[in-house]
């Protein structure tokens, strides 16, 4: 398939080009540091909905929780990530910084991001030779060693693990947002491989419901009407998984009138799909009649070449899962199949009988290499990601407030990893406390105006709770 930039773009690549910021550094490699102004004003915007990355960023300034901090990352190269990277590099860290996604980069955030000093290496449209490179210039660098790691997949884990176990030995911890990442460390840890503690920050309760459902009801149709102008009333579409993600999509697309189909391995989940109105199906059942199939499981070889054969002319086939292998595109490259790049990110893949089927970023995650993912619903994540590294576990973060979960939770666990006592975590995987999942949540609260009730003394007595909660158990 042809790459993927925009054929107005100079197509020299970013590797071969000799770039300069302002102050002098080459220490970073993006598309066009010149597009820096625009990335500039685009993280300005981001700021304003990420009111508790902002906040902790301002009262934690001062006493600079993360001073020592080299923390190497790798996800999507956002301006809501913009956003983390210099509230992390306001509260005393050094920040490398890598794409999770070949296709998710904003090259304007990049290069602002590059222009004010990030060590940054990514750009949208990347080879699969040029993701491992960015990665590798991330963490092979002299004189610069990281101890904390924060990935989105953990492909940044895997080549560390790969390329320089030795590095282990400084680090203090990792933290991982994405299904697909948090299920290798998982792996990893029951073989006994895992040598730092790492942080779930996906399991976190403000991250599933954000991140992956609401984020997901909004940016799937956006994804969709972006790449291929469709309208959704009356389409059968069948989304494979209804964990938090597929329960977003088929949320959004029922209520555009769509005949949504769901198929699952969960029997709970499955339970859930029929009660909320959806038919419970096995892909094979319905993969002639329906028009757009959209995958959510995070799992391999969800959709096959036998399936892929089966689907009827101009059928729509995409993923919502952080992995980029539920679709096997790989089958798809073979002689006798003809690749026709119809608009960035939509390829028509057509058969000798002239059948076609429409792949959107060659199956790789629609919403954030299609379109963009509402701001708001990052803060929460990130700011979740800062925290865990600050003061005892159950007491909530001194500095803090936020409106973006995602990068605020992984904030708050970046802190909690790197200032927690020696001996606090093992060399295994931990969730976030209850209590912090609280805290992010109300933090963001007062964005919709919203006033919480208190319980009485007598109320929180009769049930057993402290009355500033955590008010469900951990697990």
Known sequence: AASYTDSSDDETSPRDKQQKNSKGSSDFCVKNIKQAEFGRREIEIAEQEMPALMALRKRAQGEKPLAGAKIVGCTHITAQTAVLMETLGALGAQCRWAACNIYSTLNEVAAALAESGFPVFAWKGESEDDFWWCIDRCVNVEGWQPNMILDDGGDLTHWIYKKYPNMFKKIKGIVEESVTGVHRLYQLSKAGKLCVPAMNVNDSVTKQKFDNLY?????????????????????????????????????????????????????????????????????????????????????????????????????????????????????????????ERVRSQVDHVIWPDGKRIVLLAEGRLLNLSCSTVPTFVLSITATTQVRRARGEQGRAPRAAALAHPGPFLQALALIELYNAPEGRYKQDVYLLPKKMDEYVASLHLPTFDAHLTELTDEQAKYLGLNKNGPFKPNY
């Open 215 to 339: 984020c997901c009801r909004e940016s799937i149709l956006d994804g969709l009407k972006r790449t291929t102008d469709m309208m959704f009333g009356g389409k059968q579409v069948v989304v494979c998984g209804y964990g938090e993600v597929g329960k977003g999509c088929c949320a959004a697309l029922k209520a555009m009138g769509s005949i949504v189909y769901v198929t699952e391995i969960d029997p709970i989940c499955a339970l859930q799909a029929c009660m909320d109105g959806f038919r419970l199906v096995k892909l094979n059942e319905v993969i002639r009649q329906v028009d757009i199939v959209i995958t959510c499981t995070g799992n391999k070889n969800v959709v096959t070449r036998e399936h892929l054969d089966r689907m009827k002319n101009s059928c729509i086939v995409c993923n919502m899962g952080h992995s980029n292998t539920e679709i096997d595109v790989a089958s798809l490259r073979t002689p006798e199949l003809t690749w």
